[in-house]
């Protein structure tokens, strides 16, 4: 069981994953897909890059904007910004699960080393040099190399991992994905002093940690705010919130 210094450990990290992702998205939004932090978004029609696979994206993210206006009161001020915000924040939160998850699924063996190692993992060299790919960017590879093994494990659990689903279509960019890699592996997480218990813990081998972190995501406030608006979970992030040690029950049958 996950001490209390323990969880502190863990929510430093989730805040610090949280707050990276989210400013990261929030710039890729405005970027490539037309959608800004104060709610307002412009036609698919005017987005700069009319790459093919960058106007499928933009057109789902303003179908997932609908489903998230729609489930506001009527009587909300500022609708759009908050479904933007909530656009993000949700964004964010299914990057940071697949992540975690991946590094899970290679303390339990169910993977190649893939997030560990980043662009030095086994698993990604092992595809680099099989799919020998010439003149494609290293990280581009390596994005490739992850989206394979999304849609392997969507297999199995499709609401992490299914890179088509509303809730997480964007990618973060190189410099992110390195810092939160770099997040994700240190040594806090993988080798710590538990003081209180006398024992060294790697959260990433703990069937808790996930659980935890769903909490850790939203403050306090925040899950008391959304019980206030709602008696009832109003989307996926909700439910997952409201809920967390049962999900948390699912990525653990999952993991054995």
């Not at 932090?37 to 036609?43: A, R």
């Not at 997040?183 to 218990?197: C, G, K, R």
């Not at 081998?205 to 996930?210: C, Y």
């Amino acid at each position: 069981m996950i001490s209390q210094s323990g969880k502190k450990i863990l929510e430093k990290f989730v805040s610090s994953a949280k707050n990276l992702l989210m400013q990261n998205i929030t710039e890729l939004l405005q970027q490539y897909y037309g959608i800004w932090i104060d709610g307002h978004s412009i036609p698919v029609e005017q987005l700069s890059n009319q790459d093919p696979d960058i106007v499928h994206t933009a057109k789902m993210l303003r179908e997932r904007l609908k489903h998230l206006l729609a489930a506001l009161p009527e009587n909300q001020n500022d609708k759009e910004r908050l479904a933007v915000g909530q656009l993000i924040a949700e964004q964010a939160f299914t990057q940071l699960n697949r992540f975690s998850a991946l590094r899970m699924c290679e303390e339990r063996g169910l993977i190649l080393e893939s997030i560990h190692g980043g662009y030095d993992s086994v698993g990604f060299q092992s595809f680099d040099a099989i799919s020998q790919v010439i003149g494609m960017p290293q990280y581009d590879r390596y994005k490739w190399y992850l989206h394979s093994i999304f849609d392997e494990l969507s297999i199995e659990l499709p609401a992490v991992f299914d890179r088509f689903s509303p809730y997480g279509l964007i990618f973060p960019d190189e410099s992110t994905l390195l810092k939160l890699l770099e997040l994700i592996n240190s040594t806090d997480l993988s080798e710590w002093y538990d003081e209180q218990n006398g024992t060294t813990v790697n959260f990433w081998k703990e069937d808790e940690t996930l659980g935890w972190m769903f909490q850790d995501y939203n403050s306090l406030e925040e899950r008391r705010k959304m019980r206030e608006e709602s008696n009832k979970p109003r989307n996926s992030r909700e439910m997952a919130v409201r809920n967390q040690f049962f999900y948390s029950g699912i990525y653990c049958s999952f993991f054995n």
